[in-house]
């Protein structure tokens, strides 16, 4: 079925247009006319060896399909809606030892493991040296930008910093080691963007380094425990903790799903204040506590994931037949107006705000949803007390990607002096 207001051969996960845009006027469209949509792809462009798949775009479907893994799976082709026509279904295959696309049991095995690293109290106790380093990364790039009048880019200097040195306090990385976690998670990510030159390959060679750090990791943490989440995950293996080749996988998840989705939300969000400067000024007088939930809800760095139909089964009134892809585009779901009072106002005051930035319920619910919120409101705290006159220069430059609402560059200036 093709949607006649769309041009012939659209494709939600086209990553020239997610480069330029993300398509909030198709996805208003096909919610009104069309929420279980079949896009038609060129045989094998995903990497899947199919023809396309289903663009569900209706908050309500979204959490359907989301919390129902006996009929929508994971693991049956992953969760990522797109590779590209050149990788290999064993290169696919590899990836099902990721967490994000398992099924239960054997999800549900490991992520009762790794939840142990995400309690209250395990997050409550980086509080304050992410709060010390929130502060110290922003006035490191105070004082830089004093050497280029003022400007400086935003991405670079300051939303990468952060989510990498929380994952790295998580799980023991040491200070010197960091930039490699940083430069391996880039390359798995960037592989559609030409700029950064990442093929398949190299993504994959990102992957391994980082699977071989952790394992070694998690090797002298058998050896010599301590008292870390390391320790905690793998220190007592065939006691119902992960082997060192789990949390090398897990390490990986961490490392795009944690990392790359949290800087781009503070990227985001930091563009959604200065181009709404009465949200800024709001924000910087009250600090609202619902501040973090817009962000991610506006934001929505993950445009997508997919699931894979274990079963013919009927979805807004289409017949998605067993073996069919079926993709989760949160960024229209955060966008219904169905349930969201004027989805389209940056607001941080919103509440209630049941966006589905952090999936759509269901067993693959963001573990680290805590952590990434405490992340938020740190680094911008941390900007409306150091940088409180930060100006836009000039338009973001966009991640070209399948699936990820990502930011590369972000122009901004601050007063100095």
């Known amino acids: 079925m093709r949607c006649p207001h769309l041009p012939e051969g659209f494709d939600f996960t086209d990553p020239d247009l997610l480069q330029a845009r993300v398509p909030h006027s198709e996805f208003a469209l ?24 289903w663009a569900v775009t209706r908050h309500a479907d979204v959490k359907y399909v989301s919390t129902h893994p006996e009929l929508f799976s994971s693991n049956t082709n992953t969760a990522v809606i797109r590779f590209n026509e050149t990788i290999s279904r064993d290169q696919i295959e590899v990836q099902k ?7 239960p049991p054997e999800h549900t095995r490991v992520r009762q493991i790794v939840q142990r690293g995400f309690t209250p109290r395990a997050v409550r106790s980086l509080e304050q040296a992410l709060r010390n380093r929130a502060r110290s990364i922003v006035e490191t790039a105070h004082a830089a930008a004093a050497g280029t009048g003022g400007s400086f880019d935003f991405v670079t200097d300051i939303a990468v910093e952060l989510p990498l040195q929380a994952i790295a306090e998580l799980i023991g990385v040491p200070q010197e080691d960091r930039s490699k976690i940083f430069d391996w998670s880039n390359k798995m990510a960037a592989y559609d963007d030409p700029e950064y030159a990442i093929t398949e390959e190299v993504g994959a060679e990102a992957a391994m380094e980082i699977v071989a750090y952790s394992m070694h990791l998690a090797a002298a943490r058998k050896e010599c425990p301590a008292q870390d989440i390391v320790t905690q995950l793998v220190a007592a293996e065939g006691e119902g903790n992960l082997s060192s080749d789990e949390f090398g ?17 503070i990227s985001h969000g930091m563009h959604a204040f200065l181009t709404h400067p009465e949200q800024w000024e709001l924000y910087k007088r009250e600090r609202p506590r619902t501040t973090a939930e817009e962000i991610v809800r506006w934001a929505t760095p993950v445009v997508s994931f997919q699931r894979t139909a274990t079963q013919d089964v009927e979805l807004g009134g289409q017949l998605v037949r067993e073996g069919e892809r079926v993709g989760l585009f949160y960024s229209s779901a955060n966008n219904d107006p169905e349930v969201f009072e004027a989805p389209e106002a940056f607001d941080i005051t919103r509440d209630p705000n049941p966006h589905l930035g952090f999936g759509g319920g269901g067993p693959h619910f963001c573990l680290g949803k805590s952590l990434a919120v405490m992340e938020i409101d740190l680094i911008f705290n941390a900007i409306a007390d150091v940088m409180p006159g930060l100006r836009l220069l000039e338009d973001p430059r966009r991640l070209r990607s399948a699936w990820l609402n990502g930011i590369k560059q972000l122009q901004v200036s601050t007063p100095v002096g």
């Open 97 to 103: 030892l990721i967490m994000l696309n398992m099924d």
């Open 30 to 53: 096909m919610r009104q006319t069309a929420p279980v949509w079949w896009c038609a792809q060129p045989a094998n462009i995903s990497g899947f060896g199919d023809e396309g798949y």
């Open 249 to 265: 996988f897990f390490v990986i998840l961490l490392a795009v799903a944690g990392n790359e989705t949290t800087r781009n939300a």
